[in-house]
């Protein structure tokens, strides 16, 4: 039984029965000892994506930067950073990925660029000609104040001096090093969607989309109540500009994704209820976009210092929420990380659960998810946050602003080290432990930033030959994920809640086809679970199981999949 408010055509994407990974480029393999991850050694460690199973290969970044933002920061769309490589290195990761049947999707950065980008260099020297309408510039006003009270994501005013002209200032949601282009302007439009068309012409399946909902401004500019005791209102967007939004978005689908049957994953953070069938829906502006509800979970409007931490019951309790509200409308695309937050098994195990066992009933609980699994680098081994001992360590911007936002708060340097270290965006930045020699196997040089310690222990040459490993786990789930009996289940079937009121047990069927009972049990506790029909085990995450006449006993962190038998 194939969901039936869904279309024939939403129902048959090739993408539904993928496995998708993320990779962080510059900490995922060096190949030349240059202490940077690169093009060419994402073609080495193809193999390896490929015994897990992945179809989908979604690339961070990898365009010339000054790496303000780690890349998130472009100065020219239409070529590689020379540390990370040449076009042609691309032209044959495309190629080679092909051959392993991977599909290559880049990451699509537009609502801003750099400003080591000509667009801004000319905008500079010429702030009312044709470039200074690529971006928002306005006019320093004479009484001093700036043109809206607007913070940014990454710490202070969104306005900043436009260099070399002091009576003007442009506008940047992120960094100042990241102007925000003005999609208002059609030239931009054009611009935007000869770079989308030019990648995908050159063979990859699609992108995944950056901070796509900053992309329509809230005009004309005007003050907000404030937020914080700076005076600021966060700039993240506001129900009144979604309309405007959905033009650009629904120019870009229709210029560049349709004709080009792309697979498009939107950034969508805070989605309005009802945005979310134009976002992913029958005709929506992006092939799937990824489910943040659990990501926003606990995050509060000061600092990351007054955020809440989140327990595993949380994370059922909003996941199965946005998995019915999804139903009958699209695919969500699954994370339990990315590059953007902390380990997951730091942020949703708690210390009794962050072993390997508490990590595979935690990933068979998300993987089984409706909707396209993303696996992020280093996830499937179950690497962990990075121990900082000093404020000094960090690399990522948020992460120094978040520290300097807790002292400003009142915070000691221990705790503002503390909170600052829990979210750091460097947690899962660091390098990908391949295996126990120098530097996890990552570089034969210096690393650009430190390994984590704990490689020693956890790294993909240690698990690789041992068969109760959660890398080999993983590789079990995206086989039974991808198994021809199952496959259509596991892609199409709907989501169905089961025992939703035991604490810290994530159940839930996966019914199409198939009658499939994903069961993580998510606590120390022991559950016991009846199941009335008969039943088989497809998956599980412990050697052993025990059963007793129709009496199913997990164990403290154990998870299965059952297959519901009904005839029996
Ligand atoms: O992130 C957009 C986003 O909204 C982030 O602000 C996120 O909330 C933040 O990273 C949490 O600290 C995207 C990219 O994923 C991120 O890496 C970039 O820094 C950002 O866009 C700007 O391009
Ligand atoms: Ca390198």
């Known amino acids: 039984m194939i969901n039936k408010t869904l279309s024939e055509k939403q129902n048959k994407q090739w993408w539904y029965g993928k496995i998708a990974y993320q990779i962080y480029l510059k900490s995922f393999y060096d190949s030349n000892g240059d202490g940077i991850g690169d093009i060419r050694g994402v073609i080495l460690k193809l193999d390896y994506l490929k015994s897990l199973g992945v179809d989908i290969l979604w690339l961070s970044p990898c365009y010339p930067s000054p790496w303000a933002d780690q890349g998130y920061d472009i100065s020219d769309y239409y070529n590689i950073d ?91 949601t992120f960094h100042k090093k990241q102007p925000d282009l003005n999609w208002e302007n059609p030239e931009v439009r054009e611009s935007v969607y000869s770079i989308a068309s030019w990648w995908m012409d050159r063979g990859i399946a699609g992108f995944r989309i950056d901070a796509v909902t900053y992309i329509k401004k809230e005009l004309p500019f005007i003050n907000r109540p404030a937020d914080r005791e700076d005076g600021l209102c966060y700039i993240g967007r506001s129900k009144e500009i979604a309309e405007g939004l959905s033009v650009f978005l629904g120019e870009m689908r229709d210029r560049v994704f349709v004709p080009r049957h792309a697979l498009t994953i939107g950034e969508v953070f805070n989605a309005q209820e009802n945005e979310t069938e134009a976002m992913i829906g029958e005709n929506g502006y992006f092939s799937s976009m990824f489910d943040f509800s659990h990501i926003s979970l606990g995050q509060k409007k000061l600092g990351w210092y007054s955020w809440d931490p989140v327990t595993i019951e949380d994370y ?168 021809k009996e199952y496959i259509n289940t596991f892609a199409y079937g709907d989501f169905i809640p089961e025992y939703e009121d035991r604490e810290g047990l994530f159940a839930y069927h996966r019914r199409g086809e198939k009658d499939l009972l994903v069961l993580a049990n998510l606590k120390e506790e022991e559950e016991v679970v009846r199941i009335a029909s008969g039943f088989g085990i497809l998956l599980n995450t412990m050697d052993e199981f025990s059963t007793e006449k129709d009496m199913l006993h997990l164990r403290g962190w154990q998870g299965v999949i059952v297959e519901i038998d009904e005839k029996k």
Request: net charge negative; glycine share 8%; hydrophobic share 30%.
């Open 82 to 172: 020379p540390r990370y490589g040449t076009l042609s290195d691309m032209d044959e990761l495309i190629a080679e990925a092909a051959n392993r049947k991977i599909s290559i999707l880049m990451d699509l950065v537009v609502n801003h660029c750099s400003d080591e980008h000509e667009w801004f260099k000319k905008a500079c020297e010429d702030p009312d000609g044709r470039y200074g309408r690529y971006f928002y510039i306005e006019d320093r006003r004479i009484s001093g104040e700036l043109p809206t009270n607007q913070r940014s994501v990454f710490g202070g005013s969104v306005w900043e001096p436009l260099p070399g002209n002091p009576g003007k200032l442009y506008l940047h």
């Open 316 to 483: 059922k309790k909003c996941v199965t929420e946005a998995q019915q509200r999804i139903a009958g409308i699209g695919y969500f695309s699954n994370v339990i990380e990315n590059h953007d937050r902390p380990r997951a098994a730091n942020r949703y195990l708690p210390d009794s659960g962050r072993s390997e066992d508490g990590k595979k009933c935690l990933a068979l609980a998300y993987f089984m998810l409706r909707g396209i699994p993303f696996i992020y680098q280093g996830q499937e081994i179950g690497m962990e946050n990075y121990p900082f001992k000093s404020a000094d360590e960090f690399d990522d911007v948020t992460s120094i602003d978040e520290y300097r936002v807790s002292l400003e708060a009142g915070l000691d340097e221990e705790r503002a080290l503390e909170t600052a270290a829990g979210l750091s965006r460097d947690n899962t930045r660091t390098p990908m432990q391949w295996d126990d020699t120098d530097n996890a196997g990552f570089t034969t040089g210096e690393p650009w930033f430190p390994v984590n310690p704990g490689y020693k222990v956890i790294n993909a040459g240690e698990q690789e030959g041992r068969s109760d490993s959660l890398l080999n786990f993983y590789r079990r789930m995206s086989g039974l994920r991808k198994a």
